[in-house]
Structure formats: C-alpha cells, structure tokens
C-alpha cells in the first residue's frame, strides 16, 4: 500500500470536506478522490460516506483512522531510530572485561561513554580473558578488555594499559612491614594463582618473573577471579602476584608491596569484532581515544 493514500485519509477523516483536504495536501480534488476510491477498493472496506453536502466516516473509516495514524507515526519512529542507529548514538553494546580491569580508566571510559551517547545500551559482562577471546570470536560480545590477545579473523585490538606486577600478602606476614620486598623472598611461600589453562600469558609472565631470580612457586591453590585470589590471600592460605591494578580491591587482613627486582609489563588490552555494530563501536572508540589515547595496533 501506497504511504501518501494513509496521507491523503487523515486528512480527509480529519477536515470531513475534499476541498480542504486537497487545500492542505496543496492537491487539486479530483485526484485526491480518486486516491480514496482507489484505498476503499484496496482494503475491499468503505471508508467515508460523502454526498454533496458532507463527508463523514464510517465506523470502519473511524477504525482505519486509529490504525493509519498509529502506522504513520510508527514509520517516522522506525526512521528516525534508523537514523540515530546509522550516527551510533544508539544502539547496543555488550563488553566483556576481567575483574582487574576495573579500575580508573574502565570506569572514566564507561562514565564519558554514557554522558556522551545515553541511548546506546551498555551490557557489561565480567569475564576471564579465555571466556572473552571465544565471546569474541562466536560473537557473543563486542569488545572485551583482556589480558591477552591470539591472532583471529574480525578480530582488532589495542593495547589500553600497561601496569606492574605487586605481591598481595597477608597484613600479619613479616614481610608486610616492609615497604617493598624482594621477589627472593617469597621463594618458600605457598601461593595463590591464576590458573595457566584460562591465560597462559598472563600465568607465564608471572611465572617467568619468578623463575628470572630463582624463585619457581609452590602453587597450592588456583582461582579465576582476583577478587577471590585476594580474599583467599587474607584467609592466610597463601601469597599471590598480582597486576597492580588490584590493589584497588582494598580490603582489610591484606597488603600490596611492590617489587625492589625490575616486573615485566603487564599489558591491559581492549579487542573488538570488526564486521558487527560498527557505529556504536566508532563511538565507543572516538571515547576510548579521548579518555586513553594510545596507539592503534590490529592482529
């Protein structure tokens, strides 16, 4: 059905008169005449009872006028969020992020985000970096803050932060007296990790760390997330390395120290898909640079 033949009926239910109508339509009668001869004919409904002295709508016509309306305005709302979806100001993203990357810059990122683009729906999903880089890959998520990266298809990245390695001990321990310790000094000490099969990257580097100075950990307990490797930590089961972006988990019955040895980097990395929801993810870009401008690198 022709759009302008719902245009030309509201305003002839609406004025009741033909020559209005077409007056308001800038139209001639004739033509809008036929044009409802032609939609009574179309819907197989009459619409409008008209002699020579008036129009008036039929209860099926009142009906019909209800539903052209409603049709109209539903069209310019299906526009108009067209429009808006094309310009990223709205949308749907969902991000996936590992619990350490919760500190200041995720959080300023989400904050200018939604100051800037409050239409866009944010999902947000706290992952481990494996549980990410499949989420990616199947589509799952959009973008993902992570610990680590693998070459993959539709799949860009860039590296967000950089941060240090910190020891996490128990308030009560000798060494949590000292300003900074010594990676040797936690040869004998039990710890507390994260697990290699979820991040062998991250795992590694710790276990490299350690290794450079002699010191090989007797891991005696694994846990996913560095809210619980902390927690654990201050039930005094053990000693962990953490990125020092945890230390803002502040918790009492645990201490950070950092390291007298020189730590390895550790790279706090963003990955998004390249083939989905591209204008939300400009957006969602164009902030990440305002708010953490570091440059660009793809797989």
């Given at each position: 059905?022709?759009?302008?033949?719902?245009?030309?009926?509201?305003?002839?239910?609406?004025?009741?008169?033909?020559?209005?109508?077409?007056?308001?339509?800038?139209?001639?009668?004739?033509?809008?005449?036929?044009?409802?001869?032609?939609?009574?004919?179309?819907?197989?409904?009459?619409?409008?009872?008209?002699?020579?002295?008036?129009?008036?709508?039929?209860?099926?016509?009142?009906?019909?006028?209800?539903?052209?309306?409603?049709?109209?305005?539903?069209?310019?709302?299906?526009?108009?969020?067209?429009?808006?979806?094309?310009?990223?100001?709205?949308?749907?993203?969902?991000?996936?992020?590992?619990?350490?990357?919760?500190?200041?810059?995720l959080v300023h990122i989400l904050k200018?985000?939604?100051?800037?683009?409050?239409?866009?729906?944010?999902?947000?999903?706290?992952?481990?970096?494996?549980?990410?880089?499949?989420?990616?890959?199947?589509?799952?998520?959009?973008?993902?803050?992570?610990?680590?990266?693998?070459?993959?298809?539709?799949?860009?990245?860039?590296?967000?932060?950089?941060?240090?390695?910190?020891?996490?001990?128990?308030?009560?321990?000798?060494?949590?007296?000292?300003?900074?310790?010594?990676?040797?000094?936690?040869?004998?000490?039990?710890?507390?990790?994260?697990?290699?099969?979820?991040?062998?990257?991250?795992?590694?580097?710790?276990?490299?760390?350690?290794?450079?100075?002699?010191?090989?950990?007797?891991?005696?307990?694994?846990?996913?997330?560095?809210?619980?490797?902390?927690?654990?930590?201050?039930?005094?089961?053990?000693?962990?390395?953490?990125?020092?972006?945890?230390?803002?988990?502040?918790?009492?019955?645990?201490?950070?120290?950092?390291?007298?040895?020189?730590?390895?980097?550790?790279?706090?990395?963003?990955?998004?898909?390249?083939?989905?929801?591209?204008?939300?993810?400009?957006?969602?870009?164009?902030?990440?640079?305002?708010?953490?401008?570091?440059?660009?690198?793809?797989?």
């Open positions: 059905m022709d759009i302008r033949k719902l245009q030309y009926f509201i305003a002839v239910a609406e004025e009741l008169h033909f020559s209005r109508a077409a007056q308001k339509l800038n139209m001639t009668q004739p033509p809008l005449s036929q044009q409802m001869k032609e939609l009574e004919e179309e819907i197989g409904v009459k619409l409008l009872e008209r002699n020579k002295r008036q129009v008036r709508l039929t209860p099926a016509g009142a009906v019909f006028l209800e539903e052209a309306k409603m049709i109209l305005a539903q069209l310019e709302q299906s526009i108009k969020t067209t429009q808006l979806t094309s310009q990223g100001i709205i949308g749907q993203l969902v991000i996936g992020f590992v619990d350490s990357a919760a500190g200041d810059k200018a985000f939604r100051n800037q683009f409050p239409k866009i729906q944010l999902t947000l999903c706290e992952m481990t970096s494996a549980e990410q880089w499949l989420a990616l890959r199947d589509g799952t998520i959009h973008v993902g803050f992570l610990r680590f990266i693998e070459p993959a298809q539709h799949i860009s990245y860039r590296t967000l932060a950089s941060e240090s390695l910190v020891a996490v001990l128990p308030e009560e321990h000798p060494l949590a007296k000292l300003p900074e310790i010594s990676i040797r000094a936690l040869e004998l000490e039990p710890f507390i990790l994260f697990p290699r099969h979820l991040g062998a990257s991250f795992h590694d580097l710790i276990i490299g760390f350690c290794a450079k100075y002699g010191v090989y950990p007797n891991v005696v307990q694994e846990a996913t997330q560095m809210y619980t490797i902390v927690n654990l930590v201050a039930a005094n089961l053990g000693i962990s390395i953490v990125p020092s972006s945890v230390s803002v988990f502040q918790r009492s019955g645990v201490v950070y120290r950092s390291f007298k040895e020189s730590v390895p980097p550790v790279p706090l990395y963003t990955a998004w898909r390249t083939d989905v929801n591209k204008a939300a993810l400009s957006a969602f870009h164009r902030i990440m640079e305002e708010v953490a401008p570091i440059q660009h690198e793809s797989i």
